[in-house]
């Protein structure tokens, strides 16, 4: 990646876009595992992309708490739905007759 590409990649992801930081942490890789970088320029890319990553994850967890928040009944609880089609997916590798009888009103989450 040339310090121009650099300069431009970390602007696009400073004004707090989550696809923008995403494209640049995957460019960073790309350029990482390409293997052709001197060294300090390989560590300052993998620092950049260890931030970008970070920050990445926070708004993630940020966009989680807001569903949250957003998912709650009128007395403050969780509400939670079973996803469509988790039958053929198996997330849980329980079956959906086994979720049926279970009485327990915890979450898996």
Do not use: W
């Amino acid at each position: 990646m040339k310090k121009a590409e650099a300069k431009n990649s970390r602007g696009a992801e400073a004004n707090g876009n989550f696809e923008a930081s995403l494209t640049a942490l995957e460019k960073i890789v790309r350029e990482l595992e390409r293997g052709d970088l001197p060294l300090e320029q390989s560590l300052e890319l993998f620092e950049h992309g260890v931030r970008l990553s970070r920050e990445c994850q926070e708004r993630l967890n940020q966009a989680e708490r807001r569903i949250e928040i957003l998912m709650r009944d009128a007395k403050g609880q969780p509400v939670t739905n079973a996803f469509t089609g988790d039958e053929e997916l198996n997330l849980s590798g329980a079956t959906a007759d086994a979720e049926e009888n279970d009485d327990s009103d915890e979450s898996a989450f």
